[in-house]
């Protein structure tokens, strides 16, 4: 009701203005008799078309090039009636109002009623300039960037106040977004910091490259400023997003080791899983868990989870945005596995359950060995038993020429797979290295020594190490699964370049706001047994045949015959039945081994 009145006054105001001015203030007396009328009309058309375009019953306060193109749509019809009905008018003799004044008074009332549903959005930024509050700087003058602005001057809760922009194409430098200034380049923020009075910098590039996330953070550091890092792409430009920058978070050390993601063939990988019955191992752990969550958003007829902890089975349960089935049952209890299989009936099964942890298995060979080699064992077979078509094992870079009971145990895994496969089905096992945040990586354990005041523990300055994200490495699982064609194939994932975990430590000291040997100190405290300086994700006599995806290899290993390697098996299950460590620890290292491999 307060926008209908106001609309009519507008439009009293704009043709009375464009009538002073067209005639000088000295319109004939009888010129009032005919534009009376007109007014009246001309005020109902203006209502009635605003209301047919749905001005009427907005926020206007969160409006934008959308309801500015209705309001200018809306005038111009109305416009164009009063110019229609001008020679009708003057054919039947009807004195009319000047074209001239019906033109200028409709472009003054359509700017009045736009000022007075945009005057917020017009003038936020000279409000946004007096505002109090934090003193933000804005990395990326593109769509994130306008984003991240609107919604710090739409939002004067948030008690953000955005200043100034960064951005390294030198073409956006002196121009301004919303009012706020282009100033400069990411290096020019450190010398900018106190012209601006800047306090925080919020980096809104979407998936920035690891190198760019460095430089920015390394410049808030020089400066003195804290760093946020918004969310993805879709939730930034996403209009129903609930809020951008409630969503800012705190730069990860995944920022920093990511790199920019390859696209997966989600159409192909959909065609394989779409309307099959998916069971997944591990489902509770960190890759397990992933793997669900990609694997319910392809719609599956059903996903089963299959873990031995119900309260990891139930907590990925919860995070499904699909209905499941969760069967608490343990690899290693094969008549439990095969009456799993048996109710389930699996068509694609990915086999993410292990033990993983090196140390402890170090100390724990017989459990490696039940749950790694037997267990995986177990699963191979009962998908076997009922015609599951589709089988995908995941892997280590650990398994490679072995130096710990984990990745001998695993790399007997991968010889299962190939050896079991049966002829006209897929069976693939998937190799990579660490993935950033699982429970068996480093950074947790480095992230918990931060937290507690240090010292960070790091075994030897020269190790390195292979990381991926887990949300990619689970992508690329999936791509992996549909470029099996059956014989057990194994692919090895592109992990990039090792990271040094000693420049692992430093940067997430960093990241956590302290000071290398300042604050926090860092412990060399020596290898432990098993470990190895470096990981590698193939052995030199490993064929490698490139697939189409440039991030992922095939491999032809170098296998043990048939008969040598069953008999290994049953002679290390018997060893590990007799619960005897030693002869098992030593079977794991030389069972399927076309040599023994040294440790």
Not at 17 to 42: C, G, N, R, S
Request: proline share 6%; glycine share 8%; hydrophobic share 45%.
């Amino acid at each position: 009701m307060v926008f209908t009145l106001l609309d009519a006054l507008c439009v009293v105001a704009g043709y009375g203005l464009a009538e002073i001015a067209y005639f000088h203030d000295k319109a004939p007396a009888h010129y009032w008799d005919h534009f009376l009328p007109f007014l009246a009309v001309t005020i109902v058309l203006t209502l009635v078309s605003n209301h047919v375009f749905g001005l009427y019953g907005r926020m206007w306060r969160h409006a934008g090039a959308e309801e500015a193109r209705q309001l200018v749509l809306s005038a111009a019809v109305v416009l164009a009636i009063l110019i229609v009905a001008y020679p009708v008018g003057r054919a039947i003799g009807v004195e009319m109002v000047p074209v001239t004044v019906v033109g200028v008074g409709c472009m003054f009332a359509t700017s009045g009623m736009g000022l007075l549903r945009f005057h917020s959005r017009l003038f936020a930024w000279q409000r946004g300039s007096r505002r109090v509050g934090l003193r933000v700087a804005v990395v990326g003058s593109r769509d994130a960037g306008a984003a991240a602005i609107r919604e710090m001057l739409r939002s004067p809760g948030a008690g953000l106040v955005p200043v100034a922009v960064f951005d390294d194409d030198p073409r956006a430098h002196g121009l301004s977004m919303m009012g706020v200034p282009v100033v400069g380049s990411i290096d020019d923020i450190p010398q900018s910091a106190s012209r601006y009075t800047l306090q925080q910098v919020l980096l809104t590039i979407p998936e920035p490259p690891p190198e760019l996330v460095e430089r920015v953070l390394h410049a808030c550091e020089t400066a003195g400023l804290t760093m946020k890092v918004l969310p993805g792409v879709k939730d930034l430009v996403n209009p129903s997003a609930q809020s951008t920058l409630r969503q800012a978070r705190e730069p990860r050390i995944e920022d920093l080791l990511g790199r920019t993601p390859v696209p997966i063939d989600l159409d192909t990988v959909r065609r394989a899983l779409h309307g099959r019955r998916v069971l997944v191992t591990g489902a509770g752990g960190s890759i397990g868990s992933e793997i669900c969550r990609q694997v319910a958003e392809l719609d599956p007829t059903s996903l089963v989870l299959l873990d031995h902890d119900e309260t990891h089975l139930h907590d990925t349960a919860a995070s499904l945005p699909i209905h499941c089935e969760q069967a608490l049952v343990d690899v290693t209890d094969r008549k439990a596995v095969f009456d799993a299989f048996e109710r389930y009936l699996p068509e694609v099964v990915f086999h993410a359950a292990a033990h993983k942890h090196v140390p402890v298995l170090e100390n724990h060979p017989i459990e490696a060995t039940i749950t790694n080699v037997f267990g995986t064992l177990n699963v191979v077979e009962a998908a076997i038993d009922v015609g599951t078509q589709r089988f995908v094992q995941i892997s280590t870079d650990k398994a490679v020429r072995p130096s710990s009971v984990m990745g001998a145990s695993k790399r007997l895994a991968e010889q299962i797979v190939l050896s079991r496969a049966p002829a006209g089905a897929s069976y693939c096992t998937v190799r990579f290295g660490n993935v950033l945040g699982s429970r068996g990586s480093v950074i947790p354990t480095f992230a918990r020594q931060i937290a507690a005041g240090g010292p960070v523990t790091v075994t030897d300055a020269r190790m390195t190490r292979f990381f991926m994200s887990v949300h990619e490495a689970v992508q690329l699982v999936l791509e992996s699964s549909v470029l099996s064609d059956g014989g057990g194939e194994i692919f090895m994932l592109e992990m990039g370049k090792p990271v040094r975990i000693l420049d692992l430590a430093e940067r997430m000291i960093r990241l956590s706001g302290y000071q290398v040997g300042v604050d926090i100190p860092i412990h060399l405290v020596g290898m432990r047994p098993g470990e190895k300086l470096e990981e590698e994700l193939r052995t030199p006599e490993e064929e490698v045949i490139h697939t189409q995806h440039p991030y992922i290899n095939q491999l032809i290993p170098i296998t043990a015959p048939a008969g040598a390697f069953s008999d290994g098996l049953r002679r290390l299950e018997q060893a590990s039945v007799r619960r005897d460590p030693e002869p098992t620890r030593a079977l794991l290292f030389t069972v399927g081994s076309a040599a023994p491999d040294e440790r």
